[in-house]
């Protein structure tokens, strides 16, 4: 499962031109399923990213998690991560979660963050979405949890 992180001061999800997710301060997260993940891996990666400290404490340093500014997370599902770009000039797909089994996945992602942290909006799960964001630094980290 991989993780890209973006710490934002604002971001937003679009579907058919209406906002579904939006939050100010936080962390903008783009979630890719690959085809081994499950539920054990999700846990892992979301504890991880409510934990990772990308903030700025009083003294400029990167000391501070998510929760501890209590910002927003907008977990939005890009099976494009999984991507498999080493060979070629076309992405393979072929480590990507089918998409019958991931949206469950996705959708109970959605569950365990919303009951481990009081701020959290959504994209849709396969729609077109228009993201938009300000990344401020601009900070981003992917972060990888591997089953097993």
Request: charge should be negative; hydrophobic fraction near 40%.
């Given at each position: ?8 001061s604002t971001a ?43 903030f700025s404490d ?62 959290v909006a959504t ?26």
């Amino acid at each position: 499962m991989k993780a890209l992180l973006q710490r934002v001061s604002t971001a937003s999800v679009e579907v058919e031109g209406k906002v579904v997710g939006e939050i100010g301060q936080g962390l903008l997260v783009l979630l890719g399923l690959d085809r081994d993940d499950n539920e054990e891996v999700a846990r892992r990666l979301l504890e991880k990213l409510l934990n990772y400290r990308v903030f700025s404490d009083s003294d400029g340093r990167m000391n501070c998690s998510v929760r501890d500014v209590d910002g927003g997370v907008l977990l939005v599902s890009q099976f494009t991560l999984s991507a498999a770009t080493d060979k070629g000039l076309r992405p393979s797909f072929t480590s990507a979660m089918a998409p019958g089994e991931a949206e469950p996945l996705y959708l109970r992602c959605c569950e365990i963050l919303r009951a481990s942290h009081e701020h959290v909006a959504t994209g849709i799960f396969a729609a077109d979405m228009q993201v938009s964001l300000v990344n401020d630094g601009p900070v981003s980290f992917l972060l990888e949890v591997n089953p097993g």
